[in-house]
């Protein structure tokens, strides 16, 4: 059962839940950390040689892959740190400031 309450205006300062806790377990999927980003990669698809370094450091699971090779980034869950970028020895990967 979802421990998660509806905080609002009318909340009682003693009716808060405590700050940092966890409370539903593998709930990560539920929060777009994308939309912390100030800085994204961009991939280019013609320069990549599929060696999926940038996959391997990616601390997000944000290079998206199918059958072994590297399709996109999703930008859902990228916070844009641009570790992939800095690994890419290829030039295929571009780290640009996010519009
Ligand atoms: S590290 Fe660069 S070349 Fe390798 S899969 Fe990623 S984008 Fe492509
Ligand atoms: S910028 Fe960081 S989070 Fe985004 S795809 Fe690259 S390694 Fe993953």
């Known amino acids: 059962?979802?421990?998660r309450m509806n905080v609002?205006?009318?909340t009682k300062w003693h009716e808060l839940p405590i700050g940092g806790e966890v409370l539903d377990a593998g709930n990560a999927a539920d929060f777009k950390t994308g939309d912390w980003r100030s800085m994204k990669p961009v991939w280019h698809e013609d320069k990549c040689?599929?060696?999926m370094f940038c996959w391997a450091v990616c601390p997000d699971m944000s290079i998206e892959?199918?059958?072994g090779k590297m399709?996109?980034?999703d930008y859902d869950f990228c916070k844009g740190c641009g570790v992939c970028t800095a690994q890419c020895k290829f030039?295929?990967?571009d780290f640009v400031i996010e519009e």
Request: hydrophobic share 35%; proline share 6%.
């Open 65 to 67: 892959v199918k059958d």
């Open 49 to 51: 040689k599929h060696c």
């Open 91 to 93: 030039g295929a990967l």
């Open 8 to 10: 609002s205006p009318e």
């Open 71 to 73: 399709v996109g980034i």
């Open 1 to 3: 059962m979802s421990k």
